[in-house]
């Protein structure tokens, strides 16, 4: 059977599997949509049985040879992966906006670049990760970073291309050999990544592509007794039926999950700063889990505040994620836009308050109004629950310990973002139980930095030696100094 393309805005894209180097397609598909206009893109193979015993031999023999290369003889392989991956920005960027909906010009300037440095910046950073020696009296301890085997990567349709090499850059230059498992509801920047990967001359089974819906393929792939890890990212649910597969073999798992962030704003506040920022929390339609969704803003501030923000959200361009002017796109799946009207809805039916927004856009039915809902308590569905649209909620507060128990009164624990006079900002920012948190600032990411949510939020870190840590069994060689002379009196 040869492999099956769809056209998506005149790029060529796989809809099968890759496994050990080769296109396979599956025997079953599954259709996929844009989210868009919800036409009709193609089909998608799904992965079964057959295709993931193929997929972990071919990891499995691939590991046998990429493990044994050094971090230096990886290098020039993730460079020319990365160079393939520029070679095909327009067709990334094209395909993930029709795909996932995201915004072209993010896809652009933020998500392509990013994605070529998520494979380059750790397969360098690998050079460095070789010795790093423990000298003491006794001996010399040679710590080394052995890469762990046959790593499963799932990954979340809100931005595949950037999460999948996120996890892809150090898993292979760790020396893993890697199958991805990309999103059913957008698979196919993942897809382009596996060509990319070809004409890189990545070695057969080294990277392979599982396609698939995750109860089906997904739930295969990380009950399997061969794999060395496994890396999520995406919602809690799925978090632990995946760690309830890991801890039956008792393989290590990386989980990025969902988020509840508090936007904090403080009576010292920039008011305008802060606004400006609170309404980029509307950016890929709220689809993001790192977003400040629960604005609590001081009582004395909050009616300016709204001014400034509402002036701001009137000026949104909502639309097309293909048009460079948008700045609000679509909902990926008409299931998701009623789970975010849902909210909405239940929660104005409890006495909350819209302030704007609260309806599908009428751009289309795959947009919803960026929306502003207040008069909420602390354990109201809404404060408590990821909506994973553009939706965020109003809180007040009137001292600092007031808000930092708002802030910490749900129990998600990924990111936050405190404006406020500098010291201010930063000594409530310390009191915020969360796996990161900005000061007057958002998004400042780095590769070296750890990133990762506490609570349900997730389980680990990555970026930087975290992610080596995470994708690599770290090994003490311990070489004496002084000659060994074997007694029953050492311990
Ligand atoms: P999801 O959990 O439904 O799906 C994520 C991935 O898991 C998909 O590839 C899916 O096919 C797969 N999957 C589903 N069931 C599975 C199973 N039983 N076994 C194995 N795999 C399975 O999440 P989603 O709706 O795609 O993504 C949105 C969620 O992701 C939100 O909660 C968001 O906050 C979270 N997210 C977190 C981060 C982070 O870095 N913390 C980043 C982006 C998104």
């Not at 994708?471 to 074997?486: E, L, Q, Y």
């Amino acid at each position: 059977m040869s492999t099956r393309y769809l056209q998506v805005a005149g790029h060529d894209v796989s809809g099968d599997h890759y496994i050990d180097g080769q296109r396979i397609p599956g025997k079953t598909r599954f259709e996929l949509h844009c989210p868009i206009d919800q036409r009709l893109l193609g089909t998608i193979s799904e992965g079964d049985e057959e295709h993931i015993e193929a997929a972990i031999q071919a990891a499995q023999r691939a590991f046998a040879t990429w493990s044994l290369l050094s971090a230096a003889e990886r290098l020039p392989y993730l460079e020319r992966f990365a160079d393939e991956i520029g070679k095909r920005a327009e067709a990334l960027c094209a395909v993930e906006s029709n795909d996932a909906g995201v915004l072209l010009s993010r896809m652009r300037h933020g998500v392509v670049p990013r994605a070529k440095l998520n494979i380059t910046w750790f397969a360098r950073h690998a050079l460095e990760l070789q010795h790093r020696p423990i000298d003491t009296d006794q001996a010399h301890h040679i710590v080394k970073h052995d890469p762990a085997g046959v790593t499963v990567i799932i990954t979340p349709w809100n931005s595949p291309l950037m999460l999948s090499t996120w996890k892809l850059g150090p898993a292979l230059a760790a020396g893993n050999t890697c199958i991805l498992k990309p999103p059913e509801w957008a698979p196919l920047t993942c897809s382009l990544l596996a060509d990319a990967a070809h004409a890189a001359g990545l070695p057969p089974g080294v990277f392979n592509v599982v396609q698939g819906t995750g109860a089906r393929t997904g739930a295969r792939l990380v009950s399997d007794f061969r794999i060395s890890r496994i890396s999520f990212t995406g919602s809690v649910p799925t978090a632990k039926l995946i760690a309830q597969s890991a801890a039956a073999n008792l393989v290590p798992c990386s989980l990025e999950l969902g988020g509840k962030s508090p936007f904090i704003v403080l009576e010292d506040a920039d008011l305008d700063s802060a606004a400006a920022t609170a309404t980029l929390m509307y950016r890929n339609a709220g689809q993001v889990c790192l977003a400040g969704t629960r604005l609590l803003v001081h009582k004395n501030v909050v009616d300016q505040f709204v001014i400034k923000m509402r002036a701001l959200v009137d000026q949104l361009v909502v639309g097309d994620p293909r048009d460079e002017a948008t700045e609000v796109g679509p909902i990926i799946h008409p299931r998701q836009v009623e789970r975010v009207k849902g909210f909405v809805d239940r929660a104005v039916a409890c006495g909350a308050r819209l302030l704007w927004g609260g309806q599908p856009h009428s751009f289309g039915p795959q947009y919803f109004q960026p929306t502003l809902v207040t008069d909420v308590a602390q354990d109201d569905e809404i404060i408590q629950n990821e909506v994973f649209g553009p939706v965020l909620t109003l809180q007040t507060f009137s001292s600092d310990d007031e808000v930092v128990s708002k802030a910490n009164g749900t129990d998600y624990g990924l990111g936050g973002i405190c404006y406020g006079e500098t010291s201010h900002a930063q000594a409530i920012a310390e009191r915020v139980r969360t796996g990161f948190i900005w000061v007057n600032s958002f998004g400042i990411r780095d590769l070296a930095a750890p990133f990762g949510g506490i609570k349900r939020s997730g389980i680990g870190r990555e970026g930087g030696d975290w992610s080596f840590e995470f994708f690599c069994d770290v090994k003490d060689v311990v070489i004496p100094k002084k000659p060994f002379r074997a007694s029953f009196s050492h311990r």
